[in-house]
């Protein structure tokens, strides 16, 4: 079977993500929106998000949940609703202003965990981090572990271990659940 064209003329689409209706949201890190993609391949524009758009997944209440790495600022994590309204979430834990969160998945708990591959300068490479945060904007919480460039994010099936993957190093980590966000 031969792949089939969904969409074209994307600008630096990231985070596929299906709706329930048939329509497909990507995030456009060049455009800074989030773009909807009915069936038939008619493009729209969803909601501006500023930034640079990188993960998106549908949480608790309909609402879709983005990672943006803030484009040449600091990131953070938006929720836009079922019309398109952008609220940031969160933009940092314990004072500190994230680098620039990039993936992020749901668990069965109403939070999620999120990626954020820490800065790339002329200087090298800063750790990056993992957080925990819930979907109402009540908590977030940064997990005990460095990371080399932490991109993409998933949790096993049975929610027992998040997967994060390191960018840099080719590496796949396996980190067991003890309970949500821990």
């Known amino acids: 079977m031969l792949p089939i064209v969904l969409a074209e003329g994307l600008q630096f ?6 709706a329930s209706t ?11 929106c989030i773009t909807a993609i009915d069936p038939d391949g008619l493009k729209t524009n969803f909601a501006y998000t500023g930034g640079s758009p990188n993960g998106a997944a549908f949480g608790p209440g309909g609402y879709l949940y983005v990672a943006n790495s803030g484009g040449r600022g600091p990131g953070y994590i938006q929720r836009i609703d079922h019309n398109g309204n952008v609220e ?8 500190e202003p994230f680098q620039g969160p ?8 109403g939070g999620f965990y999120f990626t954020d591959p820490g800065p790339v300068s002329r200087e090298g490479v800063k750790f990056g981090h993992v957080y925990y945060a819930l ?23 049975d929610n027992a271990m998040l997967i994060v993957l390191e960018s840099l190093t080719g590496r796949v980590w396996g980190i067991p659940i003890e309970s949500p966000g821990k």
Do not use: K
């Open 102 to 109: 990039n993936d992020l998945v749901f668990d069965g708990h």
């Open 22 to 32: 048939g329509v497909l949201y990507v995030t456009e890190m060049g455009t800074a």
């Open 13 to 18: 689409p990231e985070g596929p993500v299906w």
């Open 88 to 95: 940031i979430l969160y933009d940092a834990c314990d004072g």
């Open 135 to 157: 979907a109402d904007g009540s908590m977030v919480r940064r997990q005990p572990y460095y990371f080399c460039l932490p991109n993409g994010i998933a949790l096993t099936a």
